[in-house]
Every structure is written in structure tokens, then in C-alpha cells.
């Protein structure tokens, strides 16, 4: 018997009786869920825009994407006047430091950074700070839609500190990507590499779980020393682990160096995420285009502190076939969000093809909206080592997805479906994410989070780190 569900109101929140029932029904591996009458963006090749379409859930995965599918035991949400996308792919984020969001919003060097962050705030963690700070990315994450995250977790003082990042990750309902790398200065344990594979055994066993583990490491041995910098050691590492790796700091003539090492050592593969990748040389572009390794861009990164070139490197990806992930990099500087990473990419590309063209007969080849979007869903969920598993909304992958209200009073009227989402949209648009196939946020707000107990461990967290000493 089909359940009937309020429609979505005149004010463009979903009815509570939706939320209701869903989470009555969420113990159920089979629960069936159908989104009906929205235009969905699948960011599938194959399937393209969909107007006035359906969408079923069942369990944890989309089964079928169509036209007035069967409601026969589903709860059913009316999405009419709502977008369904992916949900949107972070390729790097530096969770950890999330309590000391916009602490140097002005910071213009990467040194500054580095000592004060690092060398500084970084050494007196606790592993509690560990999980407040994870757990408040994770949870902006997923209010402005994105559901998977790789947290760059590079301080892991102690297997306690790794323990409290993963578990912050676990707590949220996000589709979390733990990287994990030792700290870049003060005391430590010295116990990375060697502790990935007690957490690989703790966290990461069976195949179908919200997390994903991987390897995180530096280009070279310029900043904290060669114990951190990727290469043949650390490389194999990872296979034996079977993960892939992020390497981090990809910069300029330096890194230009290794990635041509790693490409002759066999070390440069599929399994590679190279995160900035700005200032790089043609040989070194020739090298990870023939070699399938992926990229990270971190656009208001790059751009607002000043990262080599400061010039986010999508032209020299596009270049060797490289279709890159988006990231959001470090809060201590920069927005949470993805929707402002997609809008900065899209006007730098645009400003810098014109620019170069400027008095001349060229004629300036322009990335478009849908780039944009494909690089924060598809390929961030590529380059996150989980193309199979999210990124578009494809019959067999698992239920990653946002409905976005395309007639709120910041969208009217929905003209073009893909334009709205990148340059129209942000948080507040949102009325539902839903990962796995659950209801993480739901009528435009978060579940399952006390903010005024959140506020607090977040504040007090903040006033430890600011008030000790730096070891």
C-alpha cells in the first residue's frame, strides 16, 4: 500500500509527516523512498536533466530514475518545485581545525599559515579538540550539501587522536574519508604509518560502509621533513594496505621534481590524489595525465592566500584529460562551502581565458556550469577513490543526494536547471540531504544535533587551544 505524503507547502519546506515516516521505516534494508515531479540533475552522462521526473530510493541505493514510477509501497515525497542533485564531494579538508574558523581570514602566505597553525594551535590538540573540530566540518558539510568529505586529518599526534577524528566522522552520518598523516611539528608518537593498519582493522573492515581510509602525505621534504613526503616507501605502504593516497602541498618546481621521480619509480597511478597542483611544469603534467592520477583543486585556496601561482590549475588539468575534484582546504582562511568553490572556479577559468585572448583572434575556451557541478559531484567522487559508489545519480549507486528548492524567492523561476544550482543556490536552498539513503538534514535544518551543547564544546575547545602554550 502506497503511503501518502504531504506535498511540499507553499512555503517550500517539506512536511514533517515525510521526516515521520522515514524514520520509522529507517531499520529497514529495504525501505522504499520515491521523490516524485522534480527536475533531477544526475550528472550521469547517459541520463542527463530529467524534468517532472521520479526517483527511488530503496535501502541505501537509487533504483530507478523515470517518469511516474510505481508508488506501490513507498513513502513518497512530493518534490515538485525542487532540483534533485548529487550531493556535492569535498576531495580535502583540514577538519581538525574547524573551532578556529576564520582565525586569519586575511592570511596571504602560505609560511604565515604553516607557523601559525601548525608549528603553533596544531601541538597542543587534545584528541577531544581532535573530534570537536572534525565533527563541526562534517556537520557544515552537510548542511550546504555536501555528503561526502575527505578529512586531510594531518595531526595525528597519537592513535587517540586518529581514533576521535574517525569517530567524528562516524558520528555524523557523513560519507567520510579518513586520511590520515602524522603531525608536521612538536611531540608526537611517531606511531604513523604503522597505526593505519590497526585503524584499517578497527573502523574500515567490510565492504559496504560509510567510510573510506586512506593515506595522506606531503610532495616533498621542504616543510616538515622527509618522513611526511610521499614516495616508494610510503607507496607501499598503501598497497599492501590496499588504500589510495592524497598527497598534499603539490607545488611548483619541487614537486614538479618529484612527481616526475614517482612517475619513474612506478608510484604514479590511479590510486593518487595530487591536491593544489598549482605552479606544476609541462613534464609534469605530461606525467600525471599519461598516468590516470588525480587531481584536487582548492580554488579559494589557491586564489585568496596566494598558493605558488595563486592561479587555481584547471586549464593545465583539463589540458592532459584530467577532470578534477573540488576541495574546500582549511576554515582557518577560507568558506565551508562548495557552492562558492564552483563559482570561484567557473569566474577565474572564464577571467583568465578571456583575459589571454584579449586583442587577439583567439578564441578563449570557457568552462560552463556543468563542469563546474561535474567536478564537485562525479569527479570529486572519482578522485575520492569512490566513482562506483556516489557522485551521480545512477540506478545502483547509494543515495547521495540534495533537494534543492528551485522556487525559493533567490531561484524563481527555474529556467535552467544546472545554471540555478552553481550560480543561484546555496545552504539555505537546501530542505534535504540524504546519505546512504538517510535523512541527514530534513525542512532545512540538520538532524540529530544539539547546537546549544555543540556551541558549547565547540567554544570551550576553541578557548583550550587559544589559551595553551604551544609545545
Not at 9 to 20: K, N, R, W
Not at 115 to 137: E, F, H, I, K, W
Amino acid at each position: 500500500m502506497t503511503d501518502r505524503i504531504l506535498p511540499l507547502t507553499s512555503s517550500g519546506t517539506t512536511s514533517p509527516a515525510v521526516l515521520e515516516q522515514l524514520q520509522r521505516r529507517s531499520a529497514d534494508p529495504k525501505r522504499r523512498v520515491l521523490f516524485t515531479g522534480a527536475t533531477i540533475v544526475t550528472m550521469d552522462p547517459d541520463s542527463g536533466v530529467l524534468d517532472g521526473a521520479d526517483l527511488l530510493v530503496e535501502g541505501d541505493t537509487i533504483t530507478a530514475i523515470g517518469p511516474a514510477l510505481s508508488r506501490e509501497g513507498a513513502v513518497v515525497v512530493d518534490a515538485t518545485g525542487t532540483i534533485l542533485t548529487p550531493g556535492f564531494v569535498d576531495t580535502h579538508r583540514h577538519a581538525w581545525q574547524t573551532q578556529l574558523r576564520r582565525i586569519m581570514p586575511d592570511v596571504d602566505d602560505l609560511g604565515a599559515y604553516v607557523m601559525s597553525t601548525l608549528a603553533g594551535y596544531a601541538t597542543v590538540y587534545r584528541p577531544d579538540d581532535m573530534y570537536v573540530g572534525t565533527r563541526l566540518a562534517a556537520l557544515t558539510a552537510i548542511d550546504s550539501g555536501i555528503t561526502c568529505m575527505l578529512d586531510f586529518s594531518h595531526n595525528s599526534r597519537t592513535p587517540e587522536h586518529s581514533d576521535a577524528a574517525v569517530q567524528a566522522l562516524i558520528d555524523t552520518g557523513i560519507r567520510g574519508v579518513h586520511a590520515s598523516m602524522g603531525p608536521h611539528f612538536g611531540d608526537w608518537d611517531k606511531q604513523w604509518p604503522g597505526d593505519l593498519a590497526r585503524l584499517k582493522e578497527k573502523y574500515f573492515a567490510g565492504e559496504d560502509r560509510l567510510l573510506t581510509l586512506r593515506l595522506a602525505a606531503l610532495a616533498t621534504d621542504e616543510v616538515a621533513g622527509a618522513a611526511l613526503a610521499y614516495g616508494p616507501e610510503l607507496a607501499r605502504t598503501a598497497k599492501d594496505l590496499g588504500i589510495g593516497v592524497s598527497v598534499d602541498a603539490v607545488f611548483g618546481v619541487s614537486s614538479s621534481r618529484a612527481i616526475l621521480d614517482w612517475e619513474r619509480a612506478g608510484i604514479l597511478d590511479a590510486d593518487l590524489t595530487l591536491i593544489h597542483a598549482t605552479g606544476l611544469t609541462p613534464e609534469a603534467w605530461r606525467a600525471i595525465g599519461e598516468s590516470d592520477t588525480t587531481i584536487a583543486l582548492a580554488p579559494t585556496s589557491d586564489a585568496q592566500i596566494g598558493l605558488e601561482t595563486a592561479i587555481p590549475a584547471i586549464d593545465e588539468a583539463l589540458s592532459v584529460g584530467v577532470r578534477p575534484g573540488l576541495s574546500i582546504d582549511v576554515e582557518v582562511a577560507l568558506v565551508s562551502d562548495m557552492f562558492t568553490q564552483m563559482r570561484a572556479l567557473h569566474a577565474i577559468q572564464r577571467m583568465r581565458a578571456v583575459n589571454t585572448a584579449y586583442g587577439t583572434n583567439q578564441q578563449p575556451a570557457r568552462i560552463t556550469t556543468h563542469d563546474v557541478l561535474d567536478f564537485a559531484t562525479l569527479q570529486g567522487a572519482r578522485t575520492n577513490g569512490l566513482g562506483g559508489v556516489t557522485g551521480s545519480l545512477t540506478p545502483g549507486k547509494k543515495a547521495d543526494l540534495l533537494v534543492i528548492q528551485a522556487e525559493d524567492l533567490n531561484n524563481m523561476p527555474l529556467n535552467d536547471a544546472v545554471g540555478t544550482v552553481v550560480l543561484g543556490s546555496d545552504a539555505r536552498n537546501i530542505s534535504a540531504v540524504l546519505i546512504n539513503g538517510e535523512p541527514r538534514k530534513w525542512n532545512g535544518q540538520v538532524l540529530d544535533v544539539d547546537l546549544a551543547a555543540l556551541r558549547d564544546e565547540v567554544h570551550a575547545s576553541r578557548e583550550y587551544v587559544l589559551n595553551t602554550p604551544a609545545v
